[in-house]
């Protein structure tokens, strides 16, 4: 563990969607490769922002350590953990399904890089955290190539908007934005589908309002300097050798 270096990670790509449009797909599509880093897609929604505020939090209240970082972090990050409520996110069918590895030795492997990282560099910010968790939860893994990754994949899912943008291209500088995109017509249909039907959460006027102005904010070029790129739907499923191909080409990494 003390070999590995929070600062030496070459890409961090974030990957949304545009309606629903696969990004859940592309993520489960790479996250088995060997130099890619990643987490359960649904458990890290909006996270270098939630390791931010909680940054900022302890350090206002002067309680700034390793110990009280591993603990929040883990905390504001349920879905990283097995018998966290996963069907919540993921639907029934993920009930009775093991997702997530063990909070206590995720917790433990965090602690020591991020102890690792503070002696090296006498500083922890909240980049250092987002990649430290990441290496945390592929060493509860154990898959036997844990050193050969050198990117991210992170799926945020949701649309950002320009501030959140701005915070991303300020504090990531190798960030890429990547969002999965579908035929309108049929990407607002099963987006429609699934909040009405599958997983109703509002009333239809509000749920139909929410999707339209994520939508919107989804094909919306984000003012900033980070590399943005598009990836259809329909080329997951027909060009799948050539999407994989064109991917690890833009993350310099092999193709497997």
Request: glycine share 2%; hydrophobic share 35%.
């Amino acid at each position: 563990m003390a070999a590995i270096d929070l600062r030496k990670i070459k890409k961090i790509v974030c990957v949304t969607y545009c309606g629903r449009s696969g990004s859940y797909l592309l993520s489960n599509l790479l996250d088995g490769h060997s130099n890619l880093l990643s987490c359960p897609p649904h458990s890290l929604h909006y996270s270098p922002f939630k390791i931010n505020n909680l940054l900022q939090t302890l350090s206002k209240n002067q309680k700034l350590s390793i110990e009280n970082i591993t603990q929040e972090v883990a905390n504001s990050h349920p879905f990283l953990f097995k018998n966290a409520e996963h069907h919540l996110m993921l639907g029934e069918i993920y009930k009775n399904k093991s997702v997530g590895v063990d909070k206590n030795l995720f917790c433990r492997n965090l602690a020591k890089l991020l102890k690792d990282h503070s002696e090296k560099y006498n500083q922890i910010n909240s980049r250092d955290i987002f990649i430290a968790l990441h290496w945390a939860y592929s060493l509860c893994i154990q898959n036997g190539e844990i050193y050969k990754k050198t990117s991210v994949i992170w799926q945020q899912h949701i649309p950002l908007d320009n501030q959140q943008s701005k915070f991303l291209e300020s504090n990531f500088p190798e960030m890429v934005f990547l969002t999965a995109i579908r035929r309108l017509e049929n990407s607002l249909d099963s987006h429609l589908q699934h909040h009405f039907v599958e997983k109703p959460n509002a009333t239809e006027d509000k749920m139909f309002v929410n999707i339209l102005n994520q939508f919107i904010l989804s094909i919306s070029k984000n003012h900033t300097s980070i590399p943005q790129h598009a990836i259809k739907f329909e080329d997951i499923h027909l060009k799948t050798e050539m999407v994989g191909k064109k991917l690890c080409e833009l993350l310099e990494i092999p193709f497997e």
